[in-house]
């Protein structure tokens, strides 16, 4: 009697099922390998726009900044020293100094309270000359910059900003300072009470500025002082 032949049973060898995971553990790495890329490429985005719109909005605080300049007898409107420049300028309640500077590969900014008083404003810009850029009121703008130069429009071309310019004498005011002056007339109140030279001011100021993303150039020309 013959013995029916018992069905082959479906399924696979261990050498195939290995096979088979490697294969999946193969194109699993492949694909994680991909939405890595993908997110690390969406966030080195993300951070090029962040730092973008910063670098945007620090051009526009330092246009702000030239626009207000207020020269007078008591202070020069701007100065360079190599490191930093100091802007003496119109604020609300009166007038402030501005210091902008880079140390340690940071740009920064330094801003005093607004003061309508002469004594108040020139405590401030002593103030000014000793900042080592570690205090906690300097605002941290942005990192990465490697040199930076301040040039003035003179005459009729840029100069290095340390060089010395033309000077004027200015004449005597009667304006006298008040701690009660309101806060439209807190820049008169800061006007001269004696008859002094100071350097003529710039016609305009030009920054250069070495960041990772290259050199940033911008030029500002000043309005005439009143």
């Given at each position: 009697?013959r013995?029916?032949?018992?069905?082959?049973?479906?399924?696979?060898?261990?050498?195939?099922?290995?096979?088979?995971?490697?294969?999946m553990?193969?194109v699993?790495?492949?694909?994680?390998?991909g939405?890595?890329?993908m997110a690390?490429?969406?966030?080195?985005?993300a951070?090029a726009?962040?730092?973008?719109?910063?670098?945007?909005?620090?051009?526009?605080?330092?246009?702000?900044?030239?626009a207000?300049?207020?020269?007078?007898p008591q202070?020069p409107?701007?100065?360079f020293d190599g490191?930093?420049?100091?802007?003496?300028?119109?604020?609300d309640?009166g007038?402030?100094?501005v210091?902008w500077?880079?140390?340690?590969?940071?740009?920064?900014?330094?801003?005093?309270?607004?003061?309508?008083r002469?004594?108040?404003?020139?405590?401030?810009?002593?103030?000014?000359?000793?900042?080592q850029?570690?205090?906690?009121?300097?605002?941290?703008l942005?990192?990465?910059v490697?040199?930076?130069q301040i040039?003035?429009?003179?005459?009729?071309?840029w100069?290095?900003a340390?060089?010395?310019?033309?000077?004027?004498?200015s004449?005597?005011a009667?304006?006298?300072?008040?701690a009660?002056?309101?806060?439209?007339?807190?820049?008169?109140a800061?006007?001269?009470?004696?008859?002094?030279?100071?350097?003529?001011?710039?016609?305009?100021?030009r920054?250069?500025?070495d960041?990772?993303?290259?050199?940033?150039?911008?030029d500002?020309?000043l309005?005439?002082?009143p």
């Open positions: 009697m013995h029916a032949k018992s069905p082959r049973r479906a399924g696979f060898t261990l050498v195939e099922v290995l096979v088979a995971l490697v294969i553990a193969v699993a790495a492949m694909g994680w390998q939405v890595s890329a690390r490429a969406r966030d080195i985005a951070a726009s962040e730092r973008s719109l910063r670098l945007s909005a620090l051009v526009g605080q330092w246009e702000q900044d030239l207000a300049i207020y020269d007078s202070l409107g701007l100065s490191s930093a420049l100091r802007i003496v300028r119109r604020a309640g007038v402030q100094v210091v500077s880079v140390r340690d590969g940071v740009w920064l900014r330094w801003a005093s309270p607004s003061a309508n002469v004594g108040s404003l020139q405590q401030a810009w002593l103030a000014s000359q000793q900042l850029g570690s205090e906690a009121v300097q605002l941290r942005i990192e990465g490697t040199d930076w040039y003035f429009w003179r005459g009729q071309g100069s290095n340390q060089s010395s310019g033309d000077l004027v004498v004449a005597p009667s304006a006298a300072s008040s009660a002056a309101p806060a439209s007339s807190a820049s008169a800061l006007a001269a009470t004696v008859q002094t030279t100071r350097t003529l001011l710039p016609s305009g100021v920054l250069q500025i960041l990772p993303e290259g050199r940033l150039l911008r500002v020309m309005s005439p002082q």
